[in-house]
């Protein structure tokens, strides 16, 4: 196992949503994530850099690449699948220039959009829909292929695969040489999800899983009350991992005995209000509990 960070603590916002200017400048959040004890981070290009720029910063704050992440911004039926095929394409160039095979593939996630609005619930289910987001996700697949890279679904709360038995459905009607599976340990729990069964069930279709603990009481709390997410979040869902309510290191154990993928934290909100403290937290909680593993 490979321990990595995807530091988005530090883009946390006030009203319970992510917003990327909030980080430091790149060079200075790639050092910061090195002092706070991790050796890999997530990759990510920023966008007015080339690959020879990014790839240069990176090694000189002494750091390795862990995949990144893709977000599909059409429901496969609203005009903009050959833009979304187009754009998968050239993020899976620059990943296969990093020399990176795998990359994380999730639907985008709006504030104005339904399942925002009414989180965790699989709001507004459509079967249809999850068939025209399959046959794109499929397109998205073979074009990222052909460059070298798999994409691994990420079921995620707040769009339009978040449940459990939609991110099966996707799974399974695209063999495993085509699309592999991201599991996000919060946003499956969040979403009522048996985290620990379903990462077992397939276990051999996983290069690296999405650490995140939780307050399940906060989410039980939210969709009892009809929270939207943004509310859930500023409510405390989201902790350091090791200081929520999840068993991380009993879900991580149905991992293959021989998994030799990453373990990427992710603290979408931090409950260490200093970020980089947050990171150092993290770091040392998972050296601590997944002693073996290196970064």
């Known amino acids: 196992m ?27 959040l790639l050092s910061l994530i090195k002092q706070a004890g ?66 994380g593939l999730g639907l985008a996630m709006g504030k104005d959009m339904p399942r925002v609005a009414h989180p965790a619930r699989a709001y507004d289910v459509d079967p249809t829909r999850v068939e025209a987001v399959t046959a794109l996700i499929g397109r998205i697949a073979d074009t990222m292929l052909a460059e070298g890279v798999r994409p691994n679904l990420h079921p995620h709360v707040g769009t339009w695969i978040e449940s459990e038995d939609e991110g099966r459905a996707v799974l399974d009607a695209l063999p495993d040489s085509r699309l592999g599976f991201l599991p996000d340990t919060g946003h499956l729990a969040w979403a009522g999800s048996d985290v620990g069964k379903f990462v077992a069930d397939y276990a051999e279709r ?21 929270w939207g997410y943004q509310q859930t979040v500023l409510d405390g869902l989201w902790v350091e991992p090791g200081r929520g309510e999840l068993d991380l290191a ?23 209000a200093d970020c980089y403290e947050s990171a150092v937290a993290s770091a040392r909680w998972m050296h601590t509990t997944f002693g073996n593993a290196s970064s």
């Open 2 to 28: 490979r321990i990595a960070l995807n530091p988005i603590q530090w883009m946390a916002s006030d009203d319970g949503w992510l917003d990327p200017s909030r980080a430091p400048e790149r060079e200075q």
């Open 250 to 272: 009993g879900i991580i154990g149905n991992l293959p005995g021989d998994f030799d993928g990453w373990l990427m934290v992710e603290v979408d909100r931090p409950d260490i």
């Open 206 to 226: 996983i290069p690296f899983v999405h650490v995140k603990d939780c307050r399940l009481s906060v989410a039980t709390r939210g969709r009892e009350q009809g």
């Open 38 to 103: 991790f050796d890999s981070v997530m990759a990510e290009v920023p966008a007015d850099w080339t690959v020879e720029r990014y790839r240069s910063v990176v090694d000189g704050v002494g750091l390795t690449l862990a995949p990144g992440y893709f977000v599909c911004r059409s429901d496969g039926r609203d005009g903009n699948e050959d833009a979304v095929v187009a754009s998968a394409g050239a993020v899976a160039r620059q990943h296969a220039e990093l020399g990176l095979t795998q990359i």
